[in-house]
């Protein structure tokens, strides 16, 4: 997660991995409609590690089971921010729709037999869609 500036506007946006080595993060419509850009425009941007992560955006289907679950809600509420990201995003990583259907319940079996961080997940590979958004 970043924290920065691009031509003046303050925004936070997570970095993600292209896989090659480097990161990348998408401006969104909103951002570019508040710097009054287009694509194609050139923009100055300065960015540092931001010091507080925010909540990822949580998908409701891994919400609902979660809330269902005690001990994996328990854990869930337990872990810390940067954790919660690593699951949704080891949630949303999956492209085949039978497994998209398993990853509920498997998320909720891991947490409540007290993982607290996905396993058997590359952070290197996977890229998230979340956007840049204006602070």
């Not at 609902?64 to 954790?83: G, K, P, Q, Y």
């Amino acid at each position: 997660m970043v924290t920065g500036t691009m031509n003046g506007l303050r925004f936070r946006a997570p970095l993600e991995p292209d896989g090659e080595g480097s990161h990348w993060f998408k401006v969104d419509d909103e951002l570019c409609s508040a710097l009054g850009m287009e694509v194609g425009d050139s923009v100055t941007v300065e960015v540092e590690p931001a010091k507080v992560w925010p909540e990822p955006p949580v998908p409701s289907d891994l919400l609902a089971a979660v809330e269902l679950n005690a001990r994996a809600h328990a854990a869930w509420t337990d872990i810390t921010t940067m954790a919660r990201w690593d699951w949704v995003r080891w949630f949303e990583s999956v492209k085949l729709p039978e497994t998209q259907r398993e990853r509920p319940a498997k998320l909720c079996s891991m947490l409540a037999a007290g993982k607290r961080r996905p396993c058997c997940f590359n952070r290197a590979m996977r890229t998230h869609p979340r956007s840049a958004t204006p602070l």
